[in-house]
C-alpha cells in the first residue's frame, strides 16, 4: 500500500475492507486476489524443504491477521500466513488455524503444538497478542513464534530504546522520559530540528520533526496534560511518555538489514525529496551491504535475542559510523528477493562473521523462519 495511505486510522480501515470499492481497488492494483490464485505469487521462491527427517512433527497454529482478509473469499497475497501454510503443506506438517480474537482461542490452542503468528502493527492488536502470548507460552506450555520476549520489544520504541541503553548499543541518541520537567531539559540539550516519535507506529508514521521551541514546548504540554496528545489511532493517545532522538542531517539513506538464522538480506531507502523519512516512501535500492554493517546487525540481533529481526540503520558521514534507527520483529516482504547484487538475488552466509559471504537463491523469508522454529521445537522436544 501507498505511504499517503497509512495514515488512514485502523477503525476506518476496517471498515473500508469490507466495502466493494475497496476490494475493486486492491483487485485492480493485484493487492488483493482470491485465496486459490495465491500460488502464482507464492510460487515466485522455489518451496523450502527441511533438510533433515524428522522423527515427529509438530502441529502447528497459524493465525491469520484479520488485515489480511479483504471480504468473502480475497486475501492480501502478501500476507505471512500463506507462506507459513505453504511450508506446512510442502513438508507435510499438520496444521490448523487459530482465530486468536475469538473467547474460545485457549481451548482451540490445546490441539496444537506450535503457535505462529505474524501481528498485526496497532496498539490493539499488540495489547491482545502480549496478553496471550503470555499465557500460551508460560502457562500452558506452547511454543510460540514469536515468544512472548520477541513481541515484547516489538513494535514498541520506548522498550526497544531500554534494551539499546543496557546493551550499550550504537543507537541514535534518543532519550525516553516520563517526566514533564526533564522533557524540558532535554529538547534544550538535543537542540533542534530533533526527532519525535510515538512508541508505535509502522512505516514512520507517528514519527515527526520538531522545529522550534514553541512546537517543543506544545508538545510536551499536550503529552503532560491530562487526556494526552492525538496519536494515529483514535483510540490511542501519547500520554506521560516523551521520545526524542537527535536529528542526523547528514545521513543520505536507510538500510535495513533482516536477519534470519545464518542468512543475512537487506536493501537501502531513500526519502522522497524534502522528507527526512526514509520507511515508507517506496524508494528502494538492492545492493551489496558493507561487512561492518553487517557484523553491526549481527551482534544487534544476538544481544537482543530475536530468531528474526530486522534492523534499520544510517550511516553519518560526518562520524563515519552506522547508528541504530531502529529494529523489528516483522518487517513488510513483497518479494523473495530480498537481497539483490548485480542483478542476482541471494543472500549473506553470515555463519562465519569473519568469512560473510554472497550465496544466490531466492527465499519467502517467512518461510525460514517456520523453518528454523519447527527444527528449535524438534530438537527440545527430542531431550525431553
Known amino acids: 500500500m501507498k505511504a499517503k495511505f497509512n495514515f488512514i486510522p485502523e477503525s476506518v480501515k476496517r471498515i473500508l475492507r469490507k466495502t466493494g470499492f475497496y476490494r475493486k481497488r486492491f483487485l485492480r492494483n493485484r493487492t488483493a486476489v482470491k485465496y486459490f490464485e495465491v500460488d502464482i505469487f507464492l510460487n515466485e521462491a522455489p518451496v523450502l524443504k527441511l533438510d533433515v527427517d524428522l522423527k515427529k512433527k509438530p502441529k502447528v497454529a497459524i493465525i491469520k491477521t484479520q488485515e489480511s482478509l479483504l471480504g468473502k473469499d480475497y486475501v492480501n497475497p502478501k500476507a505471512s500466513w500463506l507462506r507459513y501454510e505453504r511450508f506446512c503443506k510442502n513438508n507435510e506438517i499438520t496444521y490448523g488455524f487459530?482465530?486468536?480474537?475469538?473467547?474460545?482461542?485457549?481451548?482451540?490452542?490445546?490441539?496444537?503444538?506450535?503457535?505462529?503468528?505474524?501481528?498485526?502493527?496497532?496498539?490493539?492488536?499488540?495489547?491482545?497478542?502480549?496478553?496471550?502470548?503470555?499465557?500460551?507460552?508460560?502457562?500452558?506450555?506452547?511454543?510460540?513464534?514469536?515468544?512472548?520476549?520477541?513481541?515484547?520489544?516489538?513494535?514498541?520504541?520506548?522498550?526497544?530504546?531500554?534494551?539499546?541503553?543496557?546493551?550499550?548499543?550504537?543507537?541514535?541518541?534518543?532519550?525516553?522520559?516520563?517526566?514533564?520537567?526533564?522533557?524540558?531539559?532535554?529538547?534544550?540539550?538535543?537542540?533542534?530540528?530533533?526527532?519525535?516519535?510515538?512508541?508505535?507506529?509502522?512505516?514512520?508514521?507517528?514519527?515527526?520533526?520538531?522545529?522550534?521551541?514553541?512546537?517543543?514546548?506544545?508538545?510536551?504540554?499536550?503529552?503532560?496534560?491530562?487526556?494526552?496528545?492525538?496519536?494515529?489511532?483514535?483510540?490511542?493517545?501519547?500520554?506521560?511518555?516523551?521520545y526524542i532522538q537527535k536529528f542526523i542531517n547528514d545521513a543520505r539513506f536507510d538500510l535495513r538489514i533482516m536477519l534470519v538464522g545464518d542468512m543475512a538480506f537487506g536493501y537501502y531507502r531513500y526519502p522522497n525529496q524534502g522528507d527526512f523519512r526514509a520507511s515508507g516512501a517506496g524508494n528502494y535500492e538492492k545492493k551489496a551491504i558493507p561487512d561492518d554493517a553487517l557484523r553491526l546487525a549481527i551482534d544487534v540481533r544476538n544481544k537482543l535475542n530475536s530468531r528474526l529481526m530486522g534492523i534499520d540503520l544510517l550511516y553519518s558521514e560526518t562520524n563515519k559510523k552506522y547508528y541504530i534507527i531502529e529494529t523489528s520483529l516483522f518487517n513488510q516482504i513483497d518479494t523473495p528477493e530480498q537481497l539483490v547484487i548485480d542483478g542476482v538475488p541471494g543472500y549473506y552466509d553470515i555463519s562465519d562473521i569473519d568469512n560473510i559471504r554472497f550465496k544466490e537463491g531466492k527465499f519467502w523469508i517467512q518461510e525460514l523462519i517456520l523453518r528454523d522454529v519447527i527444527l528449535e521445537w524438534y530438537d527440545k522436544s527430542m531431550t525431553v
Open 98 to 242: 487459530l482465530d486468536i480474537t475469538r473467547s474460545n482461542w485457549m481451548d482451540e490452542a490445546e490441539k496444537y503444538d506450535m503457535i505462529i503468528c505474524h501481528t498485526e502493527s496497532n496498539p490493539a492488536y499488540q495489547e491482545m497478542i502480549e496478553s496471550k502470548i503470555y499465557i500460551l507460552e508460560n502457562l500452558m506450555g506452547k511454543f510460540c513464534f514469536p515468544s512472548y520476549h520477541e513481541v515484547w520489544q516489538y513494535e514498541n520504541k520506548n522498550r526497544a530504546n531500554y534494551l539499546y541503553d543496557y546493551f550499550r548499543l550504537p543507537k541514535i541518541p534518543t532519550y525516553v522520559t516520563q517526566n514533564r520537567e526533564e522533557a524540558f531539559e532535554l529538547i534544550e540539550e538535543v537542540g533542534y530540528p530533533f526527532i519525535t516519535k510515538t512508541t508505535i507506529g509502522a512505516a514512520s508514521t507517528g514519527v515527526r520533526k520538531i522545529k522550534t521551541r514553541s512546537e517543543a514546548v506544545k508538545m510536551i504540554n499536550s503529552i503532560f496534560c491530562h487526556n494526552g496528545l492525538k496519536t494515529q489511532y483514535p483510540y490511542q493517545r501519547q500520554k506521560d511518555y516523551f
